[in-house]
């Protein structure tokens, strides 16, 4: 079997490069059977290499330690689950993994564009076969996961301890589901450069993939974050890690695009911008893919060292000169004659907005690389740390806490004084008597200050186009006010799913802003009956539980918790030993309220005296940042569903866009 998962991945390698070139041969040659034959083959390559992932899971599952992947990244003990998960867990898997994601969704892609989008579609399955080829050539040449060893282990490695986490079955998928979709825009932007095709067509297509691109880079973030929180036992979920700060960048270009796309849309504007924008999403993807494998950085999220960092920076290389040629190319053609009329108008804030984004993405990058910059110029490696990212880029987060208020709602072209009062008024109100509040509340002024009265602020200025959608609605179809609701949001979904995104976003930054600043934390070496005080509340130390299995052993402290004498609950932070890679993990206890987490973590623990060394931590409004992810998802739902318009109207391509068939 591994045999045929080998040959199903070099059939790939070959049906992508035929797509390459016919798609691109029957788009300058506008021959239909030719593009046709491309399409068919991308179907090949789909079913080629979901068929290797399904021969290579089969072989984890079955525990075929005569392959060398096999043998590294499972074991007998393994439960099940993790086995699924090591199929990610390795350079190798991961990379068929990346490979088939991509396969899926270029055919989903092919799919459904069948009937549109004809003299784009070549040239978009060419970019995404070109990727595919790359992929697939890295599988083929370098990583091959059907590697057999020259005599079969009687027993895997393990998967790394680190991964036998929940967050981790959950995070390394929606990392790539958001890096691989966004190839998506990329072929389409790719493909309008190529024809010259540069009108809204090519957005309007692919604006629910940037969002789903975006949505899952969301979610691929707070699940590492959460998987850092709980797995770690630092007692924080956001380090600057290079890994962390390449997952963080393509989804700060995405949201820039996400912004400035609807200037161009709405006012035929910054087309040059938004190229760029969804190019550069692309090409950082590609980027945050050659700092995980290539060795060049340390980093716990990242695989072990490999020679791949050339090929990645090579392809890279390739997809910013390609590119960037065509922009040049077609650079005439991008430009258009609107300008912004007014620093007070919609179109100065979300340009604002895009600044702000692609200078914290800009600092970020700067960050992550000169460490590696200073190696290679003066051979001396200068860390840059957590201070650094947090000193220049927490006053530019302030600021688009403050315009995702701003921006929503002030008018297009040009704000008058009455729109600014019609439209700021009760917002700002409220912003300041919170401001006042929590002055007299004793929260000083500050960075967390600032935060709370933004996120007022912007929560004003949402609630406020709820209120006024829902009561027009009332004053004119006599609707109730629920049925008003859902009636205002199903009319426009996009608008106000992007309003509950914001409601998201703002529920994040409160719980950065809290757990950043007011975070207590309280270490103690404790013998049986001893307490410990933290914050409010009070550890006692009863006895050491422990466990054993084939697959690991636990140890854990038995701490009953207390608030003003009164027992509200029992935590058991653990050690454990995994017995295969003879390698130990922490594992933190953790008793989390919408008011703050009590996160505990057992540092140390001598068996002979029964000491153990108890680091505990108070995090304010973290399970916000949490509750931030569950509404941000909730909007995406809402603003991708399509209307009932949408799902009434069949949209046929433009008239002389079809690929003729001879």
């Known amino acids: 079997m591994p045999e045929l998962g080998r040959l199903a991945v070099c059939l790939a390698l070959l049906c992508a490069l035929v797509s390459v070139i016919v798609s691109v041969r029957g ?34 599952l079955s525990h075929d330690f005569s392959l060398e992947y096999v043998a590294a990244y499972s074991s007998s003990t393994l439960p099940t689950n993790y086995v699924f998960a090591a199929l990610w867990g390795g350079q190798k898997g991961s990379l068929l993994f990346w490979s088939f994601m991509l396969s899926l969704f270029a055919t989903i892609v092919q799919l459904q564009n069948r009937e549109r989008n004809r003299e784009l579609m070549p040239w978009v399955t060419a970019t995404l076969m070109t990727v595919a080829v790359f992929f697939l050539g890295l599988v083929t040449f370098l990583t091959d996961p059907f590697e057999r060893l020259p005599t079969p282990a009687f027993e895997g490695a393990d998967l790394n301890p680190l991964l036998q986490n929940y967050w981790m079955m959950i995070h390394p998928p929606s990392l790539y589901t958001g890096y691989v979709s966004a190839s998506v825009p990329f072929a389409f932007a ?128 390739l997809v910013l000169l390609t590119a960037g040629g065509l922009v040049a190319y077609r650079l005439p053609e991008l430009r258009t004659s609107g300008t912004i009329e007014s620093f007070f108008s919609r179109e100065a804030a979300f340009l604002f907005n895009n600044l702000i984004l692609v200078g914290i993405a800009f600092a970020v990058f700067w960050g992550t690389v000169f ?13 840059v740390g957590p201070p650094f990212f947090n000193r220049v880029n927490a006053p530019l987060g302030l600021v688009l806490l403050v315009l995702m208020g701003i921006g929503p709602v002030i008018a297009w072209r040009r704000a008058t004084p009455r729109n600014l009062w019609r439209a700021f008024a009760w917002p700002v109100g409220s912003a300041l008597v919170a401001g006042v509040v929590l002055l007299v509340g004793g929260i000083p002024f500050g960075g967390a200050w600032v935060a709370f009265v933004g996120g007022v602020f912007a929560l004003g200025t949402i609630v406020q186009e709820f209120w006024r959608g829902v009561r027009a ?13 859902g009636r205002l949001v199903g009319k426009n979904r996009r608008r106000y799913g992007g309003y509950i995104i914001h409601v998201g976003i703002v529920s994040i930054f409160v719980g950065i802003a809290a757990s950043s600043v007011f975070r207590i934390e309280a270490q103690q070496t404790m013998k049986v009956g001893d307490e410990m005080r933290v914050g409010r509340y009070t550890l006692r130390y009863d006895r050491i539980d422990s466990q054993e299995n084939g697959h690991v052993a636990r140890t854990a402290a038995v701490l009953p918790v207390f608030v003003d004498g009164r027992q509200i609950d029992t935590l058991m932070p653990e050690k454990r030993f995994y017995k295969k890679p003879k390698q130990p993990t922490t594992e933190v206890a953790n008793r989390s309220t919408l008011r703050e987490d009590l996160y505990v973590v057992l540092g140390s623990y001598d068996p002979q005296t029964q000491l153990v060394t108890i680091q505990a931590y108070v995090n304010p409004l973290v399970v916000w940042i949490w509750l931030g992810g569950l509404i941000l998802a909730l909007g995406t739902a809402v603003a991708v569903w399509p209307t009932a318009a949408e799902r009434e109207v069949r949209v046929v391509a433009p008239a002389g866009a079809r690929v003729p068939v001879e």
């Open 27 to 60: 788009a300058l040659t506008r021959r239909g059977d030719l593009v046709r034959t491309g399409e068919h083959a991308a179907y090949a390559v789909f079913g080629l290499v979901a068929l290797a992932v399904v021969i290579l899971l089969r072989a984890l």
């Open 473 to 485: 609605r009332q004053a004119m179809l006599h609707e109730s006010a629920p049925r008003a609701l």
């Open 190 to 317: 790719i493909a309008a450069l190529a024809t010259g095709r540069l009108g809204d067509q090519w957005i309007r297509s692919t604006r629910r993939w940037a969002l789903f691109s975006w949505f899952f880079l969301s979610l691929g973030n707070l699940f590492g974050a959460m998987w850092a929180y709980e797995v770690l036992g630092w007692g924080g979920y956001w380090a600057w890690d290079p890994v962390e700060n390449a997952a963080f960048m393509p989804w700060l270009v995405s949201t820039a695009y996400l912004h400035s796309v609807m200037i161009q849309e709405k006012k035929d504007m910054l087309r040059v911008w938004n190229m760029i924008l969804v190019l550069l999403t692309f090409s950082l993807t590609i980027f945050g893919t050659f700092l995980t494998r290539s060795g060049v950085i340390s980093s716990v999220h990242s695989f072990t060292q490999s020679g791949l960092g050339p090929f990645f920076i090579g392809f890279l290389l």
């Open 371 to 383: 460490p590696v910059l200073s190696e290679w110029v003066r051979g001396v490696k200068i860390t």
